[in-house]
């Protein structure tokens, strides 16, 4: 099985064979799309996005998977949703096919601030900027936190600084989406809720639910901070924000391929699951 690359991705939304609705919600650092698909017809009521850490890209597959499975199932009256396979497509590009999916002009600052270190691994966007350290939830106080662009963890340069946290951003407003789930990997672990305190339970009756239902661990998480996650929890205290690690950590980055159809299949009926415990508030 081939790496969901950012060409494969935008090729396989043009053969959905009922096209859902493709909204064009924002362009990266480079200009490359980043699209939503939307399953239904209301006002969609959750967001599941995936493919925020560019080494993490299986989880666009996973995402993509699970869009193609709600679409197949959607009935009228079901709740809509909204899948966002590929948030970091630049960084994606980059970590599959190298320094030439990058505009000339960026090449030498990549190979400077990436220290020797392989792109394969890369986790930040297009210039160094870690997409999931870049939200405005105490920013900048994660224990891992950087100051310096690179691979991993650095937080940019003020909050939502990014092309791409920024669309995230403005879908959240503008939709108040009720839960999220970003997928991430790996470990195999749902984490919930913010911080030490009024949100630190935040989201933890539908993270049980889902790691039981994946057969994963539920886990508050603590010391994070600048997350999509801790951003949209702290948002709104009625929202659940979770965040879903995929696969084993035995495995090593880039996540392999191998182990992409247990994951899917771990995943199957998951955004049922999750749209139908909403539903019934
Ligand atoms: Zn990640």
């Known amino acids: ?95 599959i096919h190298g320094l030439s999916t990058v505009p000339p002009v960026h090449r030498a600052y990549l190979t400077a601030i990436s220290r020797g270190s392989p792109f394969s ?27 310096t662009a690179g691979a991993e963890n650095y937080i940019g340069p003020h909050p939502h600084s990014e092309p791409e946290s920024r669309a995230l951003v403005r879908l959240t407003r503008t939709y108040r989406y009720r839960w999220s789930l970003s997928y991430h990997a790996k470990g195999s672990v749902v984490y919930y809720g913010y911080g030490e305190g009024a949100h630190a339970h935040q989201g933890q009756r539908l993270a049980l639910l889902v790691a039981d239902y994946l057969g994963y661990t539920a886990s508050q998480s603590v010391g994070s901070a600048g997350g999509y996650k801790d951003w949209h929890t702290r948002l709104d205290s009625a929202v659940s924000a979770l965040t879903v690690e995929v696969g084993k950590d ?32």
């Not at 859902?20 to 996005?49: A, E, K, M």
Request: hydrophobic fraction near 40%; proline fraction near 8%; avoid cysteine.
């Open 1 to 95: 099985m081939q790496p969901f690359d950012y060409t494969a991705y935008t090729q396989a939304l043009h053969t959905l064979p009922h096209p859902p609705r493709i909204l064009r919600v924002g362009l990266s650092r480079f200009g490359r799309g980043l699209y939503l698909v939307r399953v239904g017809t209301d006002r969609p009521q959750g967001l599941i996005h995936g493919a925020i850490h560019a080494r993490e890209h299986i989880t666009a597959h996973v995402v993509y998977a699970l869009m193609q499975e709600y679409a197949a199932q959607y009935r009228l009256g079901m709740p809509t949703v909204d899948f966002l396979p590929m948030v970091n497509p630049d960084g994606v590009e980059l970590a």
């Open 121 to 147: 691994l890369w986790k930040a966007n297009g210039i160094g900027v870690d997409l999931n350290v870049n939200f405005d939830a105490d920013w900048g106080s994660g224990k891992q936190n950087l100051r």
């Open 250 to 281: 035995e495995y090593p980055h880039p996540y392999p391929m191998e182990d992409l159809p247990r994951i899917l299949a771990e995943n199957k009926g998951i955004v049922q699951l999750v749209a139908n415990e909403w539903k019934e508030r």
